[in-house]
């Protein structure tokens, strides 16, 4: 299986400010024949389902902020979070679907510093 | 608009038996391929299984291959999972996926005595 891992753990940031999430994955998840990255980022609030972020690693899905960015190819990857608002406190997942059975990080949790 | 709504989930004793449902909608579901996720309390999300659009190839997560079947039903647009011999480990919410940015809002599955 391939192993997705973020870092850091958690961070707290002020608002306003920005914030990064790290992600490497344990082989490469860029499929040659497309040029794509095989990389969703997830947010996941308390009590709701995950919900996309980004796809095809720097992809943006429909009514995501702008504030939201994706970066990276092949095995690392970032989630860049421009000006956090409050709203963004949550667990946040990379998963990659390059592979039929599915492997996701292990969650970074951001917070209000 | 893409639809998925689980069912099913409940509390069992330990060694028991459980089937989740999921019922699909507004997309061609005999030609998707399928997914369930699950999510332990507090933790991290975990691919379980998929299965393709004709139900044809399954694929299962290790720590339920041989106890869980996944199948479905693409003339009602249903998706199935089986979950044979239980244990407290499985306990989790458990979710269906069309793919990263279609999931439904999940069943919780409770094992315990």
């Known amino acids: 299986d391939i192993v997705m891992t973020q870092s850091p753990d958690s961070l707290a940031v002020s608002l306003g400010e920005r914030a990064t999430i790290n992600c490497k994955s344990s082989q490469s998840v860029l499929y040659n024949s497309n040029n794509k990255s095989y990389l969703a980022w997830y947010q996941q609030k308390p009590g709701q389902p995950p919900k996309l972020l980004i796809y095809?690693?720097?992809a943006r899905a429909s009514g995501v902020p702008d504030r939201f960015s994706g970066s990276g190819s092949g095995t690392d990857f970032t989630l860049t979070i421009n000006s956090l608002q409050a709203e963004d406190v949550a667990v946040y997942y990379c998963?990659?679907?390059?592979?039929?059975?599915?492997?996701f990080g292990q969650g970074t949790k951001v917070e209000i510093k | 608009e893409v639809q998925l709504l689980e069912s099913g989930g409940g509390l069992v004793q330990p060694g028991g038996s459980l089937r989740l449902s999921c019922a699909a909608s507004g997309f061609t579901f005999s030609t998707s391929v399928m997914n369930w996720v699950r999510q332990a309390p507090g933790k991290g999300l975990e691919w379980v299984s998929a299965?393709?659009?004709?139900?044809?190839?399954?694929y299962f997560a290790d720590s339920v291959k041989g106890r869980f079947t996944i199948s479905r039903d693409n003339s009602n647009n249903t998706l199935f999972l089986q979950m044979n011999s239980l244990r407290a480990e499985d306990t989790a919410v458990y979710y269906c996926?069309?793919?990263?940015?279609?999931w439904g809002q999940g069943t919780l599955v409770t094992v315990s005595s």
């Open positions: 998963q990659q679907y390059y592979s039929t059975s599915w492997t």
């Open positions: 996926a069309k793919d990263a940015a279609a």
């Open positions: 095809w690693a720097s």
């Open positions: 299965i393709t659009g004709s139900g044809g190839s399954t």
